[in-house]
C-alpha cells in the first residue's frame, strides 16, 4: 500500500515541455529520501489542460501543480511528500481557495466536460494493463462474449445512436451492421488513427492515455461482425502513441485478451499496427485500406464501400478512434444511459483539441449541444492579451470558421454542418482580431493543394486555381470579379471531386466568404489587410512625434530602406522597403506602425 | 512536404547498412502489406531512400521499381534526399499558424538561407515545415532532431541555433 501517488503526464504536449525528466528528478528524489515504498509514481496519459503542462497532481490531497521545473523538484518531495505541506506556489491558481484547495473537477476547465472517451486518460498508467482491468477493462468484451450474441452487440450500438467521431458522423450502428451483413471468408476491422487534421490531437492523447480501450472495442467490433483480424493505422508522427499501442498489444496477448479463444470461448481475435507516412488523404477510408495494403494512398470510388469490399478484398469495418473509446462504456451503461448524454440526434460527447488564441489550450471532452460560448469563455478561459474573438475554426481543411454572432448555438453534427462548417475530428482553433481571414483560408487550401493525391482532376487542378486566386488577392492584385469566380470555382471543386477531402477543400474559403466578406472585399478595392496580415498590403511608418532619431531601425533595416540623421526624425522609403518587420521590432518607443 | 528533387549527392551507403537492410526485407518479404514497414525501417536505416536503396528493395521483393518510387513520392515522410545533422522542423499546423509559426519558418530560413527541404552545404542543418506534431497547446512549436521548442518567439532563434553550432 503507498501513502501518496503522484501522478506525472507523459502525453505528447507535457514530454515536449520536459516530463521526462521532471519524472526521473522525481523518482530519483524519493529514492534520495527513502520514500520509495511509501510514494508511488505514475506516468499517465493526457490531463486536457496541456497550456499549463508538465503537469503533475498529488494524491490523495489532489493537489494540482502546473508548469513544473525539475527544479522544484526537491521541494516538491521534501516539503509536500515528506512534511505533508502543499507547496502553494506551484498550484494551478484556480484550484486555491482561501480555505485551501478545491478540487480539480471544480475548476472551470473541468467543471462543464463530461469525460467518456477520456476516461482513463491522466487517470491511469497507459503501460499498466492491470491499472485498465481495475478501472473497469475488458469488462465489457468479457460481457458481450459470454451473454451477447452478435446480433445484440449491434442492436445495443445501433440504439446508443453513436455517430461517427472522425468527421462524417455515419451512425456506428448501421456501420457495423453492413459489415456483418456481408458473407466472406475472411472480415476485418480497422482503426482510423491517421489524425491527419492540423490542429487536431485526441486521438493521439487516447492511444497515449489509454491503449487498451481501442484494443478492446476492436476485438467486440471484431466479434460483431464476426472478424478475426485487426488493424490499427496510425500516423508515424506520433511515435509515443505507437510504443504504447505496442506495449499494449504485447501485454493483452499474453492475459489471453488477444489470440486464441479468448475468454475461453471460441472467439479468436488478433490486432497489428500499420505505419502512416505522411499523407493527409489517408484518413479517407478507401485511401487508408490501399495505404494498409502497403500502396499510394489514393482513394477509390464508392460503392463497393468497405463493408462490402474493402481491406484485401474483404468486408472491412473502419472506425476512428474516439468512436471506439466510447464502446466499451455503452455496453457497460446500456444504449439509454449513452442517449441520456448531449443532444437527440447527437448522443453522447465529443472531444475537441482546444488551440490558437485561447488560454486553455488543451484537450476537452463535452456533451453535445455544449455552446461555443461556453466552451471558449468558460473551459477555454477566453482570449489572451485582451484581444477580441474573431472565429472559431472547426473541422480543420475540410471545415469552416463560425463567426461570434453564432455563439449561442448548440454544438453538433448537423448545426455545425448549416453553419457551413463541419464536426470534423474535432480541432477547434480560435482566432482573434489578428487573424486574417483570407489569409487563413490560403493556409488551408496551400494544405489541401499539398496533400491533394492527384488522382482527380477537380481537386488537382482547382485548388491549385482557387489557392492562386487567394494569392492573388492577398498580394493586392485580387478584383471583385475574382471574388465572384472563387465562389464558382468552389461549388465546381466540391460537387466534382472523388473523394471527401477535395469535396470540403473549398469550405475554409466558402465559410470565410460567407462572414467575413468584408476583409475579402477590403482586400480587393481598398487594397488593405484590415488585420495587417498580408505583407503585400502592409506599409511600415514612422510616427514623427514619437520618434527620438535613435537610428536603430536604420541600423537594422537589412535593404537600408530608412534614412534619416541623429536625434532627427527618420523615414522609411516604401519603395526599398521589403516589409521584414525588423525595424518596428528594434524600435523602442513604439514609434513604427504597419498599416 | 520534404524536397521531392532528384538526389544529386553521391550515395555511400555501407556495407552494414546493406547487410541490415537485407535483414529487414527478409523478416517481412512474405507478409502482406509490408512494403512501408519495410520503406520506414530502411529510412531509419541510411536516413534517406536515396535511388540506390528503392533498387535493392526493389530486387529483394520483386516489385517494380517504379512502383516503389511512386510510394517513396507519395509519402511525405520519405524523403529522396538526406536530412542535415540537425534536422529543423517548424510546426505549421492550424495552431501553431495563428500563433505565427510562419513567421517563425520565414526567419529560420533566412537565417539559414534555405529552402523548405533544403540543407545547409556543411550538411549541418536542414529545415522543412510538417503538419501537426500535437502538441498544439505549447504553439508555435519547432523540433531539432529530438529537442522540441515551445511557444517559440523570434527573438530566441539566435539562441537555440547558437547552441547547436557550439555542440561540434
Given at each position: 500500500m503507498y501513502r501518496s501517488h503522484v501522478l506525472v503526464c507523459g502525453g505528447t504536449g507535457c514530454t515536449s515541455s520536459g516530463s521526462v525528466q521532471i519524472l526521473k528528478a522525481l523518482q530519483d528524489e524519493i529514492d534520495k529520501n527513502g520514500l520509495s515504498s511509501e510514494v508511488q509514481v505514475v506516468k499517465t496519459?493526457?490531463?486536457?489542460?496541456?497550456?499549463?503542462?508538465p503537469i503533475m497532481i498529488v494524491y490523495p490531497e489532489g493537489s494540482f501543480y502546473s508548469m513544473v521545473k525539475v527544479e522544484d523538484i526537491p521541494e516538491i518531495v521534501s516539503e509536500h511528500l515528506l512534511k505533508g505541506r502543499i507547496v502553494k506556489r506551484l498550484l494551478y491558481t484556480e484550484t486555491v481557495t482561501e480555505e485551501g484547495i478545491k478540487s480539480l473537477n471544480d475548476t472551470s476547465f473541468y467543471k462543464k466536460q463530461h469525460r467518456i472517451a477520456l476516461k482513463n486518460c491522466g487517470v491511469?498508467?497507459?503501460?499498466?494493463i492491470d491499472e485498465y482491468i481495475g478501472s473497469c477493462g475488458y469488462e465489457a468484451l468479457g460481457k458481450v462474449l459470454t451473454e451477447y450474441t452478435p446480433d445484440d452487440v449491434i442492436k445495443v450500438i445501433t440504439d446508443s445512436g453513436l455517430r461517427g467521431r472522425g468527421g462524417g458522423g455515419f451512425p456506428t450502428g448501421i456501420k457495423w451492421k453492413l459489415a456483418k451483413q456481408n458473407e466472406a471468408d475472411k472480415k476485418y476491422v480497422c482503426c482510423n488513427a491517421d489524425e491527419g487534421d492540423p490542429g487536431a490531437f485526441m486521438d493521439r492523447s487516447i492511444l497515449e492515455g489509454d491503449p487498451h480501450v481501442i484494443l478492446e472495442a476492436m476485438a467486440i467490433a471484431g466479434y460483431a461482425i464476426g472478424a478475426d483480424m485487426g488493424y490499427i493505422y496510425i500516423r508515424a508522427e506520433y511515435p509515443i502513441a505507437v510504443k504504447r499501442l505496442e506495449i499494449a498489444i504485447k501485454q493483452a496477448r499474453e492475459y489471453g485478451l488477444l489470440g486464441k479463444n479468448i475468454f475461453g470461448t471460441d472467439f479468436s481475435f488478433d490486432v497489428d499496427i500499420r505505419l502512416g507516412a505522411g499523407a493527409f488523404v489517408c484518413g479517407e477510408e478507401t485511401a487508408l485500406l490501399s495505404s494498409i495494403e502497403g500502396r499510394r494512398g489514393e482513394p477509390r470510388p464508392r460503392p463497393p464501400f468497405p463493408a462490402q469490399k474493402g481491406l484485401f478484398g474483404k468486408p472491412t469495418l473502419l472506425n476512428n478512434v474516439e468512436t471506439y473509446a466510447n464502446i466499451p462504456q455503452i455496453i457497460l451503461n446500456g444504449a439509454d444511459w449513452f442517449k441520456s448524454i448531449g443532444t437527440e440526434k447527437s448522443p453522447g460527447t465529443k472531444v475537441f483539441a482546444l488551440g490558437g488564441?485561447?488560454?486553455?489550450?488543451g484537450l476537452v471532452e463535452i456533451p453535445m449541444g455544449t455552446s461555443m460560448r461556453t466552451v471558449i469563455e468558460e473551459i477555454g478561459g477566453g482570449i489572451p492579451n485582451g484581444k477580441k474573438f474573431k472565429a472559431a475554426q472547426t473541422g480543420g481543411p475540410s471545415g469552416g470558421c463560425i463567426p461570434a454572432e453564432h455563439f449561442d448555438v448548440p454544438i453538433d453534427y448537423d448545426n455545425l454542418i448549416s453553419l457551413g462548417s463541419m464536426m470534423g475530428s474535432g480541432g477547434l482553433i480560435v482566432m482573434d482580431e489578428d487573424n486574417c481571414m483570407v489569409d487563413i483560408a490560403k493556409f488551408f487550401l496551400e494544405f489541401t493543394v499539398d496533400e491533394s493525391c492527384g488522382k482527380c482532376t477537380p481537386c488537382r487542378i482547382g485548388t491549385k486555381r482557387l489557392y492562386e486566386m487567394l494569392e492573388k488577392i492577398t498580394e493586392g492584385q485580387g478584383t471583385v470579379e475574382d471574388l465572384n469566380k472563387i465562389e464558382e470555382l468552389c461549388y465546381y471543386i466540391k460537387e466534382n471531386s472523388l473523394c471527401g477531402l477535395g469535396q470540403t477543400a473549398p469550405n475554409p474559403v466558402l465559410s470565410t466568404l460567407k462572414y467575413f466578406r468584408d476583409e475579402y472585399v477590403a482586400h480587393v478595392t481598398e487594397k488593405k489587410c484590415p488585420a495587417g496580415v498580408c505583407k503585400s498590403l502592409l506599409s511600415y511608418v514612422i510616427i514623427a512625434d514619437a520618434?527620438?532619431?535613435?537610428?536603430a531601425c536604420a541600423r537594422v533595416c537589412p535593404v537600408g530602406a530608412i534614412t534619416g540623421k541623429v536625434k532627427e526624425v527618420h523615414t522609411i522609403d516604401q519603395s526599398k522597403c521589403?516589409?521584414?518587420?525588423a525595424c518596428m521590432e528594434k524600435c523602442r518607443f513604439a514609434a513604427i506602425i504597419k498599416e | 512536404m520534404g524536397s521531392k528533387t532528384a538526389n544529386t549527392i553521391p550515395f555511400n551507403g555501407t556495407a552494414e547498412q546493406e547487410a541490415e537492410l537485407l535483414k529487414v526485407i527478409n523478416e517481412g518479404k512474405?507478409?502482406?502489406?509490408s512494403l512501408m514497414g519495410i520503406l520506414h525501417k530502411a529510412q531509419d536505416i541510411y536516413g534517406y531512400l536515396p535511388i540506390e536503396v528503392q533498387k535493392i528493395i526493389s530486387n529483394e521483393m520483386d516489385i517494380p521499381l517504379e512502383e516503389i518510387y511512386g510510394i517513396v513520392t507519395f509519402y511525405s515522410q520519405f524523403s529522396l534526399t538526406p536530412k542535415g545533422k540537425y534536422n529543423i522542423s517548424v510546426c505549421l499546423g492550424t495552431a501553431c499558424y495563428v500563433k505565427g509559426a510562419g513567421n517563425i519558418y520565414d526567419k529560420l530560413k533566412e537565417k539559414l538561407n534555405l529552402e523548405d527541404g533544403g540543407c545547409t552545404p556543411d550538411g549541418k542543418f536542414s529545415i522543412e515545415a510538417c503538419r501537426c506534431i500535437g502538441a498544439c497547446g505549447l504553439a508555435p512549436v519547432i523540433t531539432i532532431n529530438e529537442d522540441v521548442y515551445g511557444r517559440v518567439v523570434p527573438e530566441e532563434l539566435d539562441g537555440i541555433l547558437k547552441k547547436y553550432n557550439d555542440a561540434e
Open positions: 496519459g493526457c490531463f486536457g489542460l496541456c497550456a499549463l503542462g491511469i498508467n497507459p503501460e499498466c488564441n485561447i488560454n486553455n489550450t520618434c527620438k532619431g535613435c537610428t521589403i516589409k521584414c518587420g | 512474405n507478409e502482406k502489406g
